[in-house]
């Protein structure tokens, strides 16, 4: 099972290693992370690098593909070899997959057309750009396509395509070995639950943390 995780400047950590501490766990998982070219490639922050052992052009197949999100997806875009790539390794996959703001490069790769999508709540309504369906769902299942919602939603969404590789009972028992037991201290993870003054708060953050890496 050859597992194919894409990297890029100025990517969301967790929406590359939460699905990646589910699916290295699969019975013959073999992950590769990859990148343009090899190296290091910071997070959104510059706080944390996170390592490309091989480049797009080494890698022309897996089973499942993973496009993480982060505000490095915006300039992907319009970034042809890297669509193409993207394009190309789903003509072979049995699973592509994203999580939050990776959507949008697959709907740029044009693979989201008439589909149902998701992605992280506040750029949900760019997914039209791309003739995808915004569906505020956290993980949204569309043939061999899933998309996942913001950042921790990628934890879910490789629990489920999990179950989908390896049965029911092989998923339960990886979220048991890392023992994925959501109980957080507050209602407010998502925009229909969260107080005005919280929503509110959150988008002056992300657009701080916006302006902080141009």
């Known amino acids: 099972m050859d597992i194919a995780i894409l990297l890029f400047p ?36 510059n706080m944390l690098g996170l390592d490309a052992d091989f480049a797009t052009d080494e890698v022309t197949h897996a089973d499942i ?14 970034d042809q070899p890297t669509l193409e790539w993207i394009r190309a390794v789903d003509a072979g996959s049995q699973w592509t997959t994203s999580v939050c703001t990776g959507s949008l490069l697959l709907g740029a790769a044009g693979l989201l057309e008439g589909k149902k999508a998701t992605t992280h709540w506040r750029v949900l309504d760019l997914l039209t ?3 995808a369906i915004p569906v505020s769902e956290r993980v949204v299942e569309q043939g061999k396509i899933i998309t996942a919602a ?11 395509l999990a179950a989908h590789v390896a049965g029911d009972e092989v998923a339960q028992a990886i979220q048991l ?3 994925y037991d ?27 943390a916006d302006t902080a890496t141009r």
């Open 10 to 45: 100025r990517l969301t950590a967790l929406d590359a290693v939460g699905p990646y501490e589910v699916l290295q766990r699969l019975p013959g998982a073999n992950v590769k992370f990859v990148a343009a070219e090899r190296g290091s490639y910071r997070t959104e922050q």
């Open 65 to 78: 593909l993973l496009v993480p999100g982060g505000i490095g997806t915006r300039p992907l875009i319009e």
């Open 129 to 131: 750009q791309f003739g």
């Open 150 to 160: 913001g950042v921790s939603s990628g934890i879910d969404m490789a629990l489920t």
């Open 177 to 179: 070995g890392i023992e």
């Open 182 to 208: 959501p109980q957080p201290p507050f209602d407010c993870g998502s925009v229909a639950k969260a107080p005005e003054a919280v929503y509110q708060l959150a988008l002056a953050g992300l657009a701080r």
